[in-house]
């Protein structure tokens, strides 16, 4: 197990007890996606329209909340941390999720690729 001190176990413990910023933005994406693939509905087709909403909604709540997770591990994050993960898909969030609290610095976790990223 890394070391990871005990404030930082009682920040990570608070993000996970706290469900109202997580359910908020991912209510918030959820029915922002839904408006766009309702939007796109007619041209595209209804249900590829949702579906393509509900992907980048997802994936962008994931990023955004990776991000969140990643600024209290290792602080402010620098603009090209935040553009990677913006551009980043959701396998590759996914893999960044899974190796956050074995990675010594961002800059080892955010040079990683997995397989399919």
Same mark, same amino acid.
């Given at each position: 197990m890394p070391d990871i001190a005990a404030a930082e176990l009682?920040?990570?413990?608070?993000l996970l007890k706290g469900p109202t910023m997580l359910e908020e933005t991912l209510e918030r994406l959820y029915t922002e996606a839904i408006e766009k693939g309702l939007a796109k509905g007619p041209s595209i087709g209804m249900s590829q $329209?949702? &579906?393509? $909403?509900?992907s980048q909604g997802l994936s962008q $709540?994931? &990023?955004q909340l990776l991000g969140r997770l990643l !600024?209290?591990?290792? $602080?402010?994050?620098p603009e090209w941390a935040s553009q990677r993960?913006? /551009?980043? &898909? &959701?396998?590759?969030? !996914?893999?960044?999720?899974?190796?956050?609290?074995?990675? /010594?610095?961002?800059e080892t976790l955010l040079a990683t690729q997995d397989s399919a990223g």
């Open positions: 009682d920040q990570i413990d608070d $329209g949702l &579906s393509q $909403g509900l $709540g994931a &990023s !600024e209290q591990r290792f $602080g402010p994050l993960l913006q /551009s980043a &898909s &959701s396998p590759q969030l !996914e893999h960044w999720a899974d190796q956050l609290f074995t990675a /010594s610095t961002l």
